[in-house]
């Protein structure tokens, strides 16, 4: 599951890199071609919009794993170190706080890696959603300086009366 999540991930990045790719936008270009460049952004701007909840949504589900496993480890945690605690300790039978803590690490310590592992994916998600949001905030930038131009051209100047 870890390798297809990075794969997913490594994929939508490049995808929303390409897309944001555009050359230079000569706006001295007719208001036909420039609203076709328009609507080529906007189509690609829907694209990324995909993308971008997409990634809302696997965050959001891996973030409730990560909640799940930590509440999990923490509950199995707290159970080690209770069991580990003797009934009366006296003498050479005592046994430090220090040593139950290492006990319960220890019997957690596959939970521990598990948590580690899904946070790694949490944090490879959050990248891949903040790529996406940077590339479509790019993009609607530049649809609205396009939009801007357009518009600009079809308002008469003062001049021309």
């Not at 071609?33 to 809302?56: F, G, P």
């Not at 605690?85 to 319960?104: H, L, N, Q, T």
Request: hydrophobic fraction near 35%; aromatic fraction near 4%; proline fraction near 2%.
């Amino acid at each position: 599951m870890s390798e297809n999540i990075r794969a997913e991930c490594k994929a939508a990045i490049e995808e929303a890199l390409s897309l944001r790719k555009t050359e230079e936008i000569d706006f001295s270009l007719s208001e036909e071609t420039l609203a076709a460049l328009r609507k080529d952004i906007r189509r690609k701007i829907d694209r990324l919009e995909e993308l971008l909840n997409n990634c809302v949504r696997v965050r959001a589900s891996y973030k409730r794993m990560v909640d799940r496993e930590q509440a999990a480890l923490d509950e199995a945690w707290d159970r080690a170190v209770r069991d580990s605690k003797p009934k009366v300790a006296f003498g050479s039978d005592m046994i430090a706080p220090r040593e139950r803590y290492a006990d319960a690490n220890l019997k957690t310590l596959e939970q521990h890696r598990k948590l580690l592992s899904t946070k790694e994916l949490l944090s490879h998600v959050q990248e891949t959603e903040e790529i996406v949001r940077n590339c479509y905030k790019g993009l609607d930038g530049l649809r609205l300086e396009l939009a801007s131009v357009i518009k600009s051209r079809s308002i008469p100047h003062a001049s021309e009366y």
